[in-house]
């Protein structure tokens, strides 16, 4: 780990300490491996917010803060401690089956968490007089229900006894502190987030030029899954949507198993993943590399608005404005080119919101909109969204003219709200409909 990813781990530490205040203990659990089937497991995948706070990727972990110092008593000794993570012991047969394990003395050194423990001295925490010191245990509930292994026992023992060892705590979720924390980028994550897009515009760079009709759907994917492995990313940010015609008119289509056709649109929504960081682009082409004359009305429409709103992006401005934005340019756009008599129905037709908030997740865990809390609608800097207008005419769409039906178009960049504007970190990607022609050959 370097240096500058240590210190940013650390910072956020720093802050969530502050923000959970003297009077509160919290524990925050990483994931644990979860069985696929007999014994194979899934693809291990740290809980991201443990990770924001860590940087650790092993299983089977939790970190312990506690502004105000918690105890752990060893014997008859007892030490206060402000930060602790508690890991996998280290065993020889595991690693040489599983791979090498941190270990809890190598902790303070690669990590640079002030103390490091084994999982069994979690118990400690959890049963002894500390919890009766705090006011309020912050925990994240959603990993907690699905931790298996070693932790299972230790949490499950820990929620029995609630009952009697802490009849008078408040209990709460962490994942409110940590979502407001995480909807404002540091340094630190725009240069990952950066990587993330980059290495995404490039696979797609590469993928759009090999698109053919009679090419499968599987096919576009493993291009792009490829371009993104060998350029440094391990892992998607989410299942690859590459859908050929009509299936763009799926939201979240990822059989990916059908034949390209000649005429047919193919959208593809996909983005690298890059040190837990997420990307998240979506282009739709030609699949035999020319627009149709209705494919391009509707293309046009969708890049309008897609560009028009992403224009507009600078701290203050309202998220739901540039929502309500897209939606007047759509139905605008449509009216106009008498393609839909009624401006009513354009939800209809788009679908879905205008974008969403990327980080550490593809829809970043951060509280959206206006709430009695705060006013997480309007832009900050540090934020990073995507831009994602659509619209989709699904065969027997009953206000639309029958040569529309069977399109689905939607243009997606991520931006990052920078002071007096915007940057679009995926801006490297054409999406005119000449210069996708251009590149694709016009076959
Ligand atoms: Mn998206």
Same mark, same amino acid.
């Given at each position: 780990?370097?240096? +500058? ?25 990483? &994931?644990?491996?979860? &069985? ?82 084994? &999982? ?187 560009? +028009? ?135």
């Amino acid at each position: 780990m370097t240096k +500058e990813q240590k210190e940013f781990h650390r910072s956020r530490r720093v802050r969530y300490a502050e923000l959970l205040g003297k009077d509160s203990l919290s524990i925050i659990f990483g &994931n644990t491996a979860r &069985n696929k089937s007999y014994d194979g497991s899934y693809d291990f995948k740290q809980s991201k917010n443990f990770y924001y706070l860590t940087g650790f990727t092993e299983p089977n972990a939790a970190l312990v803060i506690a502004p105000s110092g918690f105890e752990i008593n060893s014997g008859k000794k007892s030490k206060i401690f402000h930060e602790a993570l508690f890991v996998q012991k280290k065993d020889q047969m595991m690693e040489t089956w599983n791979g090498k394990r941190l270990g809890y003395s190598n902790v303070k050194r690669v990590l640079g968490i002030d103390h490091g423990f084994v &999982n069994e001295e979690l118990t400690k925490i959890l049963s002894s007089r500390n919890i009766y010191n705090f006011r309020r245990l912050y925990l994240n509930f959603a990993e907690m229900i699905t931790l298996g292994s070693e932790m299972k026992g230790i949490i499950s023992g820990f929620l029995n006894s609630l009952n009697v060892i802490a009849p008078n705590i408040e209990i709460a979720d962490a994942s409110f502190l940590l979502g407001v924390m995480r909807s404002v980028k540091t340094k630190y994550e725009i240069d990952e987030m950066k990587k993330a897009c980059d290495i995404s515009v490039n696979a797609y760079k590469d993928t759009m030029k090999k698109i053919r009709p009679g090419m499968y759907e599987y096919e576009v994917q493993a291009n792009l899954e490829y371009q993104y492995m060998v350029n440094g990313s391990s892992d998607n940010a989410y299942s690859p949507i590459v859908a050929g015609g009509e299936d763009a008119c799926i939201l979240h289509y990822d059989s990916n198993n059908k034949k390209l056709r000649n005429g047919d649109l193919l959208l593809i929504d996909s983005g690298a993943e890059y040190e837990y960081y997420c990307s998240d682009i979506t282009r739709t082409y030609p699949v035999n590399g020319k627009f149709s004359k209705e494919q391009k009305e509707i293309y046009d429409i969708v890049l309008k608005a897609n560009k +028009e709103c992403i224009k507009k992006i600078k701290p203050g401005i309202k998220f739901s404005s540039l929502r309500d934005l897209s939606e007047k340019i759509l139905a605008d756009g449509l009216y106009k080119a008498g393609i839909l008599k009624n401006k009513k129905l354009i939800r209809k037709y788009s679908l879905h919101g205008l974008g969403h908030h990327i980080g550490l997740d593809t829809h970043d865990a951060v509280s959206y909109g206006k709430t009695v809390y705060e006013d997480n609608d309007t832009l900050r800097a540090g934020n990073v969204l995507t831009i994602e207008p659509g619209l989709y005419f699904p065969s027997g769409s009953k206000d639309i003219a029958k040569k529309y039906w069977g399109i689905g178009v939607r243009i997606e960049d991520d931006i990052l709200v920078k002071r007096g504007g915007f940057e679009n970190l995926t801006e490297g990607l054409v999406k005119e409909t000449g210069e996708i022609e251009e590149i694709m050959g016009g076959r």
